[in-house]
Protein backbone atom coordinates (compact mmCIF):
# COMPACT_ATOMS: atom_id res chain seq x y z
CA UNK A 1 0.00 0.00 0.00
CA UNK A 2 1.23 3.10 -0.98
CA UNK A 3 1.60 6.06 1.86
CA UNK A 4 2.96 9.25 2.51
CA UNK A 5 4.13 10.45 6.60
CA UNK A 6 5.22 14.06 7.26
CA UNK A 7 6.59 13.61 10.50
CA UNK A 8 6.46 16.90 11.65
CA UNK A 9 2.75 18.22 12.37
CA UNK A 10 4.13 21.70 13.25
CA UNK A 11 7.30 23.43 12.10
CA UNK A 12 8.77 26.58 13.08
CA UNK A 13 11.64 28.91 12.14
CA UNK A 14 12.88 32.66 12.30
CA UNK A 15 13.07 34.63 9.09
CA UNK A 16 15.85 33.88 7.03
CA UNK A 17 16.72 30.88 8.17
CA UNK A 18 16.92 27.22 6.63
CA UNK A 19 13.75 25.19 6.15
CA UNK A 20 13.60 21.75 5.49
CA UNK A 21 9.82 20.10 6.00
CA UNK A 22 10.27 16.15 5.65
CA UNK A 23 8.10 13.97 3.48
CA UNK A 24 8.63 10.10 3.88
CA UNK A 25 6.74 7.87 1.39
CA UNK A 26 6.78 3.70 1.14
CA UNK A 27 5.61 2.53 -2.48
CA UNK A 28 7.29 -0.38 -4.44
CA UNK A 29 6.76 1.47 -8.17
CA UNK A 30 8.36 5.04 -9.72
CA UNK A 31 6.60 7.56 -8.00
CA UNK A 32 5.29 10.81 -8.89
CA UNK A 33 5.47 13.30 -6.17
CA UNK A 34 3.98 16.86 -5.60
CA UNK A 35 4.54 19.21 -2.73
CA UNK A 36 1.50 21.27 -2.20
CA UNK A 37 0.59 24.39 -0.19
CA UNK A 38 -2.21 26.27 1.72
CA UNK A 39 -1.74 29.95 2.41
CA UNK A 40 -4.55 31.16 5.42
CA UNK A 41 -7.95 31.80 3.75
CA UNK A 42 -6.56 30.69 0.27
CA UNK A 43 -6.76 26.84 -2.06
CA UNK A 44 -4.71 23.95 -1.65
CA UNK A 45 -2.39 24.93 -4.87
CA UNK A 46 0.72 22.88 -5.84
CA UNK A 47 4.05 24.49 -5.10
CA UNK A 48 5.75 21.82 -7.14
CA UNK A 49 6.25 18.59 -8.95
CA UNK A 50 9.39 16.45 -8.34
CA UNK A 51 9.49 15.60 -11.93
CA UNK A 52 10.22 19.35 -13.15
CA UNK A 53 13.07 19.93 -10.76
CA UNK A 54 12.37 23.61 -10.78
CA UNK A 55 12.66 25.74 -7.89
CA UNK A 56 9.08 27.85 -6.89
CA UNK A 57 9.38 30.54 -4.66
CA UNK A 58 12.58 29.60 -3.63
CA UNK A 59 12.12 25.73 -2.72
CA UNK A 60 13.41 22.68 -4.04
CA UNK A 61 12.86 19.18 -3.26
CA UNK A 62 15.16 16.33 -4.27
CA UNK A 63 13.41 12.70 -4.80
CA UNK A 64 16.19 10.23 -2.77
CA UNK A 65 14.92 6.81 -4.13
CA UNK A 66 17.36 5.10 -1.57
CA UNK A 67 15.99 7.36 1.37
CA UNK A 68 12.34 7.09 -0.39
CA UNK A 69 11.71 10.99 0.86
CA UNK A 70 10.90 14.10 -0.89
CA UNK A 71 11.97 16.93 1.17
CA UNK A 72 11.13 20.32 0.75
CA UNK A 73 14.09 22.41 1.28
CA UNK A 74 14.14 26.52 1.47
CA UNK A 75 17.43 28.25 2.33
CA UNK A 76 16.38 31.49 3.56
CA UNK A 77 12.76 31.48 5.07
CA UNK A 78 10.73 34.18 4.77
CA UNK A 79 7.79 35.25 6.91
CA UNK A 80 4.84 35.22 3.96
CA UNK A 81 6.02 31.04 3.71
CA UNK A 82 4.03 30.73 6.67
CA UNK A 83 1.60 28.13 5.42
CA UNK A 84 0.36 24.16 5.30
CA UNK A 85 2.31 22.28 3.98
CA UNK A 86 1.67 18.96 1.95
CA UNK A 87 3.12 16.24 0.40
CA UNK A 88 1.34 13.82 -2.00
CA UNK A 89 2.27 10.64 -4.34
CA UNK A 90 0.47 9.94 -7.05
CA UNK A 91 0.31 6.15 -8.13
CA UNK A 92 0.21 6.16 -12.03
CA UNK A 93 -0.69 2.21 -12.32
CA UNK A 94 -3.87 2.64 -10.57
CA UNK A 95 -4.83 6.22 -10.55
CA UNK A 96 -4.65 6.71 -7.10
CA UNK A 97 -3.41 9.68 -4.80
CA UNK A 98 -2.29 9.73 -1.22
CA UNK A 99 -1.51 13.09 0.47
CA UNK A 100 0.63 13.18 4.09
CA UNK A 101 -1.04 14.84 7.11
CA UNK A 102 0.90 18.04 6.30
CA UNK A 103 3.24 20.37 8.09
CA UNK A 104 2.22 23.55 9.59
CA UNK A 105 5.29 25.50 8.65
CA UNK A 106 5.10 29.30 10.98
CA UNK A 107 8.03 31.72 9.93
CA UNK A 108 9.09 33.73 12.70
CA UNK A 109 10.15 38.17 12.25
CA UNK B 1 -10.97 32.05 -17.09
CA UNK B 2 -12.92 31.21 -14.31
CA UNK B 3 -11.11 28.53 -11.76
CA UNK B 4 -12.89 25.25 -10.15
CA UNK B 5 -16.13 26.41 -8.49
CA UNK B 6 -17.82 23.78 -5.42
CA UNK B 7 -21.46 23.82 -4.54
CA UNK B 8 -23.03 24.08 -1.94
CA UNK B 9 -20.52 25.47 0.31
CA UNK B 10 -21.85 24.38 3.54
CA UNK B 11 -24.57 21.60 3.48
CA UNK B 12 -26.21 19.64 6.80
CA UNK B 13 -27.32 16.52 6.48
CA UNK B 14 -29.16 13.91 8.60
CA UNK B 15 -27.54 10.11 9.41
CA UNK B 16 -28.76 7.57 6.69
CA UNK B 17 -29.81 10.97 4.29
CA UNK B 18 -28.14 10.62 0.85
CA UNK B 19 -25.97 14.22 -0.33
CA UNK B 20 -24.88 15.68 -3.62
CA UNK B 21 -22.33 17.75 -4.00
CA UNK B 22 -21.12 19.36 -7.25
CA UNK B 23 -17.82 20.97 -9.10
CA UNK B 24 -16.80 22.88 -11.64
CA UNK B 25 -13.78 22.21 -13.29
CA UNK B 26 -11.47 24.68 -14.59
CA UNK B 27 -11.86 25.27 -18.33
CA UNK B 28 -9.56 22.87 -20.60
CA UNK B 29 -9.31 20.33 -17.68
CA UNK B 30 -10.75 16.74 -18.62
CA UNK B 31 -9.58 14.94 -15.18
CA UNK B 32 -11.26 15.65 -11.74
CA UNK B 33 -10.48 14.07 -8.57
CA UNK B 34 -12.68 14.28 -4.79
CA UNK B 35 -10.98 14.04 -1.68
CA UNK B 36 -12.19 14.40 1.54
CA UNK B 37 -10.53 16.26 4.44
CA UNK B 38 -11.06 15.48 8.09
CA UNK B 39 -10.39 18.23 10.98
CA UNK B 40 -6.00 18.09 11.12
CA UNK B 41 -6.10 15.40 8.29
CA UNK B 42 -4.50 15.73 4.76
CA UNK B 43 -6.93 15.13 2.09
CA UNK B 44 -7.93 11.28 1.46
CA UNK B 45 -8.40 10.49 -2.16
CA UNK B 46 -11.66 9.38 -3.06
CA UNK B 47 -11.68 8.95 -6.64
CA UNK B 48 -10.68 10.12 -9.81
CA UNK B 49 -12.73 10.86 -13.65
CA UNK B 50 -10.62 10.99 -16.64
CA UNK B 51 -12.94 11.93 -19.80
CA UNK B 52 -15.98 10.72 -17.71
CA UNK B 53 -14.86 7.45 -16.60
CA UNK B 54 -13.59 6.77 -13.27
CA UNK B 55 -10.10 5.08 -13.51
CA UNK B 56 -9.01 5.33 -9.91
CA UNK B 57 -10.35 5.17 -6.62
CA UNK B 58 -9.55 5.32 -3.21
CA UNK B 59 -10.26 3.07 -0.29
CA UNK B 60 -14.12 4.38 0.21
CA UNK B 61 -17.20 2.08 0.34
CA UNK B 62 -19.46 1.74 -2.66
CA UNK B 63 -22.02 4.54 -0.74
CA UNK B 64 -19.61 7.00 -1.99
CA UNK B 65 -20.17 7.09 -6.26
CA UNK B 66 -19.33 9.47 -8.71
CA UNK B 67 -19.87 10.52 -12.33
CA UNK B 68 -18.20 13.47 -14.85
CA UNK B 69 -20.36 14.96 -17.51
CA UNK B 70 -19.44 15.77 -21.12
CA UNK B 71 -18.17 19.40 -20.10
CA UNK B 72 -15.79 17.72 -17.47
CA UNK B 73 -17.57 18.71 -14.22
CA UNK B 74 -18.40 16.63 -11.36
CA UNK B 75 -20.66 15.28 -8.69
CA UNK B 76 -19.53 13.34 -5.87
CA UNK B 77 -22.89 11.07 -4.41
CA UNK B 78 -22.70 9.75 -0.84
CA UNK B 79 -25.93 7.33 0.20
CA UNK B 80 -26.53 6.53 3.84
CA UNK B 81 -24.45 8.76 5.49
CA UNK B 82 -22.62 8.12 8.46
CA UNK B 83 -21.42 10.69 11.58
CA UNK B 84 -17.48 10.17 10.46
CA UNK B 85 -18.86 11.45 6.90
CA UNK B 86 -18.62 15.04 8.14
CA UNK B 87 -15.60 16.87 6.56
CA UNK B 88 -14.56 19.40 3.87
CA UNK B 89 -15.13 17.48 0.30
CA UNK B 90 -12.66 19.00 -2.12
CA UNK B 91 -12.74 18.45 -6.08
CA UNK B 92 -9.32 19.24 -8.33
CA UNK B 93 -9.40 19.31 -11.76
CA UNK B 94 -6.33 19.11 -14.17
CA UNK B 95 -4.76 17.72 -17.81
CA UNK B 96 -4.85 14.22 -18.22
CA UNK B 97 -4.05 13.43 -14.84
CA UNK B 98 -3.52 14.91 -11.24
CA UNK B 99 0.01 16.21 -12.03
CA UNK B 100 -1.45 19.80 -11.58
CA UNK B 101 -4.02 20.50 -9.93
CA UNK B 102 -6.29 23.17 -9.42
CA UNK B 103 -8.68 22.81 -6.42
CA UNK B 104 -11.80 24.25 -5.71
CA UNK B 105 -13.05 26.15 -2.17
CA UNK B 106 -14.59 22.93 -0.50
CA UNK B 107 -17.88 21.60 0.39
CA UNK B 108 -18.44 21.61 4.17
CA UNK B 109 -20.41 18.70 5.25
CA UNK B 110 -21.79 17.77 8.55
CA UNK B 111 -23.70 15.12 9.24
CA UNK B 112 -26.43 15.13 12.58
Sequence with gaps: ?109 | ETGVTQSPTHLIKTRGQQVTLRCSSQSGHNTVSWYQQALGQGPQFIFQYYREEENGRGNFPPRFSGLQFPNYSSELNVNALELDDSALYLCASSVDGPYEQYFGPGTRLTVT
Excluded at chain 1, 25 to 44: A, D, I, K, N, T
Design chain 1, 1 to 109: AQRVTQPEKLLSVFKGAPVELKCNYSYSGSPELFWYVQYSRQRLQLLLRHISRESIKGFTADLNKGETSFHLKKPFAQEEDSAMYYCALYNTNAGKSTFGDGTTLTVKP
